[in-house]
C-alpha cells in the first residue's frame, strides 16, 4: 500500500549535527521525499501537533523542546512517501523512549533522557494513515508537496506575497 508520513528531525537532532546521520538511515528504506523545509515552529503550531497530548503532565515541556527552547530553534520538515511508507519509518525510528528503543534504531541510537524528564528522541514520525495526513496539512502546504497526495482546490486569493527582488 502506498503511504506517506511526516518525518520531523526535531531541534536536538538538528544541533547535534545528526540530520546526515538520520538521513542516511531512512534512505533505508528506499522512499521518496516529496517534500522537504526547515520549519521555525511557533507555540500554535506546536500546540495543533501534539493536540492529543494536551491533558498530559509532560506538555509544556514538549511545546518548548520542539519549538527549540532547549536547542536550536529550528526543524527539518519532511514527508516519505512509498510502500508501507508509515510502518518502514517508524521501524527505523524505534520506539518513542530513547532508553527503551533499540539501540541499532535512530531513536536508541541517538536519543536520550534529560535530566529533567523531557524526551530528546531527535526524530518524529506519523503513527499511522489519519494522524500523518492531519499532520502533514498542518506543516505543508499543498504546493510544497511534489506529489497530489490528498484532494486540493484551487482558490484565489488577493494576498501580499514575498517575491525575489
Request: proline share 3%; net charge positive.
Amino acid at each position: 500500500m502506498i503511504q506517506q508520513t511526516l518525518v520531523l528531525i526535531k531541534p536536538d537532532g538538528l544541533k547535534k549535527s545528526l540530520t546526515g546521520n538520520i538521513l542516511t538511515r531512512l534512505s533505508e528504506t528506499r522512499l521518496d521525499i516529496i517534500a522537504a523545509k526547515i520549519v521555525t515552529v511557533s507555540r500554535k503550531l506546536a500546540e495543533k501537533h501534539y493536540c492529543h497530548l494536551k491533558d498530559k503532565p509532560f506538555f509544556e515541556d514538549l511545546i518548548k523542546y520542539i519549538c527549540g527552547e532547549f536547542h536550536k530553534k529550528k526543524v527539518l520538515a519532511m514527508v516519505y512517501y512509498g510502500e508501507q511508507a508509515i510502518g518502514k519509518v517508524r521501524e527505523l525510528a524505534g520506539l518513542t523512549n530513547p532508553e527503551e528503543a533499540e539501540s541499532v534504531s535512530i531513536r536508541g541510537a541517538y536519543g536520550r533522557i534529560t535530566t529533567g524528564g523531557v524526551y530528546e528522541n531527535v526524530i518524529h514520525t506519523s503513527t499511522d494513515e489519519k494522524e500523518a495526513e492531519r499532520e502533514i496539512k498542518l506543516w505543508f502546504e499543498p504546493d510544497e508537496i511534489i506529489a497530489d497526495i490528498y484532494p486540493t482546490k484551487v482558490v484565489k486569493e488577493e494576498t501580499k506575497k514575498k517575491i525575489w527582488a
